[in-house]
């Protein structure tokens, strides 16, 4: 016991050292307009740097990653929140190392790279906003959260029926979930796990895409709706509760 409490401690700890240097989340949308200039940063060189940080953050994280299911192994006790902290934290701190030191072999200015950016993603270049989403949504999958507004015109019976939509996706996901689960014995490795997410990540999309909206865009209107529209957080609380039971079965929390 005390072995696990000195490791889920040490885990711990380590992420608040961490917090101090975290990255600046210059991929996050932004309101505001973006001009043309000089000190552009060539739209190539942004695809270069969101295609490398998506597959080099993976990497850089696994080590963190079986530390954690280490310690989640010796200690189920432990405060899944607390953990997720220390994933994010820990994953600020390795794109923010990431990130400068394409920026100094490119000799490219951070600032630049923010402007930039949203310049492409304003005038909706395909390729840019493609690897920019897939990194947001690596980012997701990690425990950040990427904040955008609630679409313009979404009523509470327009997002109702997309939560149809969206909960017969889930429904999908969680059976090819159970089904990996069963196959593994509910020992998957974490490329396995990454493996399942990808996929079940493009099931809800496609759900959501049928809706003209963004898994972003659905996550701040979830949010909004759940506060503001009873017969949405019922129907939402309904479909959490026949989850919890199928996965109770089976002995998931």
Known sequence: ??????????????????????????????????????DMVPREVIVELFTLLTKEMPQRMAPLIQQIQQVKAQNPAINEQELQKVMITNFDN??????????????????DADRSTH?????????????????????????????VDVPEGLTEDKMCLILEDYLQAKSQANTLIIMELQRSQGKMTEQQNM???????????????????????????EKHFLETSERFKKRHQEDEAQNSEKFAALGVQ
């Open 94 to 111: 390795i794109l923010k190392s990431s990130q400068e030191q394409f920026f100094t072999q490119n000799d490219i200015d951070e600032c």
């Open 119 to 147: 310049y492409y993603l304003k005038q909706n270049d395909e390729e840019v906003t493609a690897v920019v989403n897939q990194f947001r949504q690596l980012y997701v999958q990690f425990g950040g959260v990427v904040e």
């Open 195 to 221: 493996m399942l997410t990808q996929h079940i990540t493009a099931v809800m999309e496609r759900a959501l895409q049928a809706h003209g909206m963004s898994m972003f865009e659905w996550a701040a209107a």
């Open 1 to 38: 016991v005390a072995n696990q409490q000195k490791m889920s401690k040490s885990l711990v700890l380590g992420s608040a050292v961490v917090a101090s240097v975290a990255g600046v989340y210059w991929f996050w949308p932004k309101s505001e307009e973006v001009e043309d200039s000089d």
